[in-house]
């Protein structure tokens, strides 16, 4: 047996949507960042809860791509496909890298599955002897024979399966099982029988591969070199949680969170509702229009209140923006957003709602737009746009989507004194005699919290009128306030980091401009761009409206440009008429993330085109 170092690799398992593929892979990802190595993570799940068994409609996948190295992406192609039924192969087929490794368990290739799955005429693993290194063995029967004395029903001992999987990968790739162990010991202690069950099948799979004597290469995956510090692994929506907590604590102000269950954002509620010693109080309204107004009515009583959502919860949330904005009261809306329109695709990625986000109110309704670039950044926007909110007066939307949200990566503690302070303005800053519509320099106007003597002023959806309040229709003082709210918006542009270059020369010929989660895959084709001399460079723009403003002499350094979206030309649209470049769009509405070699083609075929 030889041990065969590696710099990175991707695995993919796949499965029914019952056979625990998630947990599988979040357990490698897990053990993999105690381990030290840096790792970006892909989950993809079908949008039914009871997804169709056996068919590919059903298959539900976790990819994780980990390594020594700095890791950027969940990986395109993987190395290691471990596929439990014919579906997951079928689906997936693609995916594996030629001569890649293939963990098939034949129990899912028997008629039924091959049926389900329609390969009735050619059984997927027939090709795949072809072209893969194949390893096929019985994973269901094997789990069953290991606890073939338990006291468990055949459906129970069925569902441990995934911890077969487990433990052979943890063997192949010299993992440990202590860390899972370790887990289930903890999450089932009042249920020590699935404990045992699931520990006894984790340990069958490891030894498994110790003891056929099929196998004759084990790999490792050293740990990467990363910044000293307190590192755990965390999803984007767990990010935006602990931000907004962060940029509360800051700003000295109660968290208030008003959410409706939507796929992929409900996980930011469910995070939340775990910190009520953190003065973090959360509401599941009936709708989104419920629960918009209750942010609304918390933002006003004085807390920083936040909600989130995805898809159609956007489009009932318009109404209740445009009166926050109008108000000029902090407020924060997440939009993990996802394919549409209408209910689209619930569990795949898209980044469709840029301009939703920018322009999507009735009236002339300005407000900040950022977005998040990875996992972890999604802290970091999240205490950014409350900061915006708090210190600007204003509703700010933040953009994730489902990649972001679901994905993983090792995160860096941050320490209080290395966060940013938070600063409300108050009336009394602003003017002794309390007027609700006295602006700072920067078109601010002061957080009168109700209750407070003196500070009494009326609020609603009718114009007011400038300095008073009061309700005002006259023509030249609307349009002083339509200007005054877009005034404060672009003001925003002296207290935002200037755009930089992630990577590449400041006058490479080409620049790469991406938003939100295209930043993974771009790094990760910039990386042979660079090797091989290629004159281009990588811009990730994180504010998205007001742009920074050094950004338009930045651009002027380049010649050319290229703009990935997981959507049809959204920002390609914003740039063209701003700064009216000739940008070239790359677009993809797949429900899936760019891959590096997408970007990487686009790029070569870009600069070889003569102008």
């Not at 290691?80 to 997936?92: I, Y």
């Not at 790359?586 to 070569?604: D, M, Q, R, W």
Request: net charge negative; proline share 6%; aromatic share 8%.
């Amino acid at each position: 047996m030889t041990e065969k170092e590696l710099k990175q690799a991707v695995i993919l398992f796949a499965g029914d949507s019952g056979d625990g593929m998630q947990f599988t892979g979040s357990q490698f990802t897990s053990t993999s960042a105690q381990l030290g190595n840096d790792i970006s993570t892909f989950p993809d799940f079908p949008a039914e809860i009871r997804a169709p068994s056996g068919t590919t409609a059903g298959v539900s996948g976790f990819q994780l791509h980990f390594g020594s190295v700095k890791i950027s992406s969940p990986g395109d192609q993987c190395d290691v496909l471990v596929a439990m039924n014919a579906a997951a192969l079928k689906k997936n087929f693609d995916q594996l890298k030629p001569h890649g490794i293939l963990i098939a368990n034949t129990a899912g290739f028997d008629a039924k599955n091959l049926q389900l799955a329609h390969c009735e005429l050619e059984n997927p693993l027939d090709a795949a002897r072809e072209k893969f290194t194949v390893y096929e063995f019985d994973i269901t029967g094997l789990t069953k024979e290991a606890l073939k004395d338990a006291a468990l029903s055949m459906k129970e001992k069925d569902r441990t399966k995934n911890m077969f999987a487990l433990g052979f990968v943890y063997w192949l790739f010299t993992r440990p099982l202590d860390f899972t162990i370790a887990y289930l010991e903890e999450t089932f202690k009042s249920q020590p029988h699935i404990v045992d069950a699931n520990v006894r099948v984790l340990k069958a799979g490891y030894n498994y591969g110790e003891i056929t004597g099929i196998f004759t290469e084990r790999f490792v995956v050293k740990s990467a070199p990363m910044e000293k510090g307190v590192y755990r692994n965390i999803t984007g929506n767990h990010a935006v949680a602990l931000g907004a907590i962060a940029a509360a604590q800051q700003a000295g102000l109660d968290l208030f969170y008003a959410g409706y269950p939507i796929t992929p954002a409900s996980d930011i509620l469910h995070f939340l509702a775990k910190y009520k010693h953190m003065n973090v109080k959360t509401f599941q309204a009936e709708d989104e229009i419920a629960a918009i107004a209750a942010v609304i009515g918390a933002s006003y009583a004085g807390d920083l209140a936040i909600t989130a959502t995805s898809g159609p919860g956007m489009a009932l949330k318009t109404e209740g923006l445009g009166l926050a904005m109008m108000l000029e009261i902090p407020t924060l809306v997440i939009n993990v957003q996802r394919g549409g329109p209408s209910t689209g695709l619930p569990t795949k990625t898209e980044q469709a709602d840029l301009l939703q986000a920018i322009y999507g109110r009735n009236g002339e309704a300005p407000i900040p737009v950022l977005a998040a670039k990875s996992p972890k950044d999604c802290f970091q926007m999240t205490f950014m746009a409350c900061k915006i909110a708090v210190e600007h007066m204003t509703p700010v939307i933040l953009l994730s989507d489902g990649y972001l949200a679901n994905g993983s990566e090792p995160w860096k503690f941050p320490k209080t004194t290395e966060l940013e302070s938070i600063d409300m303005l108050e009336p009394s800053m602003i003017k002794e005699e309390f007027q609700p519509y006295q602006r700072n320099a920067d078109y601010v106007r002061g957080w009168a919290v109700p209750g407070m003597p003196g500070l009494e002023h009326r609020v609603g959806g009718l114009e007011k009128k400038d300095i008073t309040g009061d309700v005002n229709y006259e023509p030249n003082n609307h349009e002083l306030m339509v200007k005054q709210r877009a005034a404060k918006v672009e003001q925003i542009q002296n207290y935002i980091p200037d755009a930089q270059l992630e990577r590449g020369d400041e006058n490479a010929e080409l620049l790469i401009i991406g938003w939100g989660s295209t930043y993974g895959s771009i790094q990760a084709a910039m990386t042979p761009l660079l090797e091989e001399g290629r004159s281009v460079a990588h811009l990730q723009l994180q504010y998205l409206n007001p742009f920074p403003k050094n950004l338009k002499d930045l651009l002027k350094n380049h010649s050319r440009f290229l703009v990935p979206e997981i959507n049809q030309g959204q920002l390609i649209k914003v740039l063209r008429d701003k700064f009216l470049i000739d940008a070239k769009p790359l677009n993809k509405t797949k429900g899936t993330p760019f891959t590096a070699p997408e970007i990487y083609k686009a790029v070569i075929e870009n600069l070889e085109t003569e102008d």
